[in-house]
């Protein structure tokens, strides 16, 4: 069964600093890959999503991740957050399979990003 | 307007007294799915469905039910609540049609407590 880990529980910046949220994933085979934000009091939104192709995707926000494969890690970057950024975010993944198969997301326990401004 | 609509937003009930959430997108997204969402634990998947008729268990399925009559509605029964079903519950939908990159979008989220 897949699952995901992400290393931080809480982390906490100024304003201005970078970031990087780590996330790995344990499954052998082909995998979709997501992070999704969830801001106080909101629901999950989409930050951006990998199927194949670049590893470098680009999302809202000024967000980006690294798909690294031999790595099994998908690590969400920022250059510069904002008190804005304060949110909740899961890293997810979804197993390669073709129709008929569930489209599950396996969720990541989350981060909780604090940005002091 | 796309969206999932969950209701209720809130809602406080007592060990065994039966109740539903309900959930309605307006995509006409073939896949609907009910998570759970507990501090520490993330989200996990309660019951899933491919298309209308067709469900299926997810992680955590017990003490839940599901039915999908209609495409648009996926509604979460719990027929006999118990405390440990407090919780924060996310109904997501996806397009599905054997694109597994599809988002799946997400309901604003249903807070349950069980005294």
């Known amino acids: 069964a897949q699952s995901v880990s992400q290393h931080n529980h809480h982390v906490i910046l100024s304003e201005a600093a970078s970031l990087e949220l780590g996330c790995n994933y344990s499954?052998?085979?082909?995998?979709?890959l997501f992070w999704y934000v969830q801001y106080p009091g909101q629901h999950l939104q989409l930050l951006l999503k990998?199927?194949?192709?670049?590893?470098l995707v680009k999302g809202i926000k000024g967000f980006e991740a690294e798909f690294i494969k031999s790595k099994f890690s998908f690590n969400l970057r920022k250059p510069s957050v904002q008190w804005s950024d304060t949110a909740e975010y899961f890293c997810?993944?979804?197993?390669?399979?073709?129709?008929?198969?569930?489209?599950?997301?396996?969720f990541g326990k989350g981060t909780l990003l604090t940005v002091n401004p | 307007e796309a969206q999932v609509t969950q209701n209720p937003r809130y809602l406080i009930t007592v060990t065994g007294k039966k109740l539903t959430v309900t959930c309605s997108q307006n995509m006409n997204h073939e896949y609907m799915s009910w998570y759970r969402q507990d501090p520490g634990l993330g989200l996990r998947q309660i019951y899933y469905s491919m298309n209308v008729e067709v469900t299926d268990k997810g992680d955590v399925p017990e003490g839940y039910k599901v039915s999908r009559k209609e495409k648009r509605n996926f509604p979460l029964i719990l027929e006999s609540p118990s405390p440990n079903q407090t919780s924060l519950y996310f109904c997501a939908s996806s397009p599905g049609t054997g694109r597994t990159h599809n988002e799946q979008f997400f309901g604003p989220g249903t807070r349950l407590t069980v005294l």
């Open positions: 499954y052998g085979g082909t995998v979709n």
């Open positions: 997810a993944v979804n197993a390669g399979l073709g129709g008929g198969s569930n489209y599950k997301l396996t």
């Open positions: 990998y199927f194949s192709g670049d590893p």
